[in-house]
Every structure is written in structure tokens, then in C-alpha cells.
């Protein structure tokens, strides 16, 4: 009677680490000596057909299977879920399972309600998770999406718009012609990070001055 969650990292990482004895590129593939990372093309080529890396916010990037395993309590052996998903679900999952409630304050502070909903009814079958949007900042990518519209852009670049219903791999960018969507989602993407930047500022403790410490008389 134990709710098992298994999720991989979010996508090939494209790292480049160079040790003290750097790279060694004739060196037999998988050796101590070779590539010690997977770099941008190996990447590339693990993400397939999802688009660009770890650290990025498009497909490739964010994407992770997640397995769980609860033997008393999922009667479905072996099925495929295709609902949309995310880590910030996992917390009222959890917290339904074991039949708690989200708390309203925490030592006398205000708590935020959950970003995340639960997948409760989604172990037992294949439905819908209602949710607003999910939204997505990391090292200055972006991104947002709400039913199957996506919009996402790596740092400094420009909004992307892609129909993952019909282009999952992120191939075909409809911002241009999708004009109105690109700017009520960029709207709604601006809105939730101004939101999110309150919620975690509130009620913050303010930073702890170091106690100075006394000096020691020396005694005659």
C-alpha cells in the first residue's frame, strides 16, 4: 500500500565539461578519456524528435515519463496517460492520497493555494486535469501553455507558438500567423510571473545580520 512516483531528468543534459586532462576525441567512445558529456549534438540526438535541451523550456527540455506504481490503489496495469503534467502536481497528489488539506497559513503567514493539481483521478484512468496554464522560467527561457497552445522562447529571442496537438516536435512556429494568441499568452505569462514574484516575496524574513562577536578581554 505504498504510492511509488518515478520521474527521469528533464531531458539530455548539454553540458560541456572539461576536466584537467580536458578531452581526448581519438579515444574509444564511452572511455574514461572521451567526451565526458553528451554535449550539444549528442543532446540533440537523445532529445529526438523533441527540440533543443536541459535548461531550455521547449519540448526537449521539459519533458520526462513519470511512472507510478501503487499496487493497493491503481487498479490499471500498464496504461498510458496523455494529460498534461508537471512536478508542482505532485504536492496535492500526494497530499490527497493521504488525505490532508493545503494549508491557509503557515506560522502565522499567508500560504499561497497550490499551483499544482491533483492527479488522483488520472491513476484510475485517462481524463483531463483542468488547469488554467502551465508556465515555465529557467535561466531566462520561457514559456506558457494553456491547452495545447505553447509559447515559448529561449533567452533574448523571440515568442514561439506551437499547437502541440498536431506538432509536438515544435517543428512548425505559428506566431505569425497566430498573431492575437502570441500576444494573450505573452499577456497571461507576464501576469502569472508578476504573481508568482509577489507570492514569494511575501512574508519573507528578513535577512539575519551576523552577530558580531565580543571580544575577549585578556585578564592580567
Known sequence: NTAIFFL????????????GD????????????????????????????????????????IATPLVVHWPKGIAAKG????????????????????GGTWPSEWKGEKVPPPQGKSLVSALARDVP???????????????????????VAVKDGPWEL???ANDRS??????????AKVRELADRWDALAAQFAKDASSGAAPQQQ??????????Q
Open 8 to 19: 527521469s531528468d528533464n531531458g539530455a543534459s548539454a553540458e560541456s565539461l572539461v576536466r
Open 22 to 61: 580536458g578531452h581526448e576525441a581519438s579515444a574509444p567512445p564511452g572511455s574514461a578519456k572521451t567526451f565526458l558529456c553528451l554535449e550539444t549534438a549528442g543532446a540533440n540526438v537523445a532529445n529526438s524528435p523533441l527540440r533543443l535541451s536541459k535548461m531550455f523550456v521547449h519540448e526537449g527540455g
Open 79 to 98: 496504461e498510458l496517460r496523455a494529460v498534461a503534467s508537471h512536478v508542482i502536481d505532485l504536492p496535492p497528489t500526494v497530499l490527497e492520497l493521504a
Open 129 to 151: 486535469i483542468e488547469r488554467d496554464a502551465l508556465w515555465w522560467l529557467h535561466q531566462g527561457n520561457r514559456a506558457i501553455r494553456a491547452g495545447d497552445w505553447k509559447l
Open 162 to 164: 506551437y499547437d502541440l
Open 170 to 179: 515544435e517543428s512548425h512556429n505559428l506566431a505569425a500567423s497566430h498573431a
Open 210 to 219: 551576523p552577530a558580531k562577536k565580543k571580544k575577549a578581554k585578556a585578564k
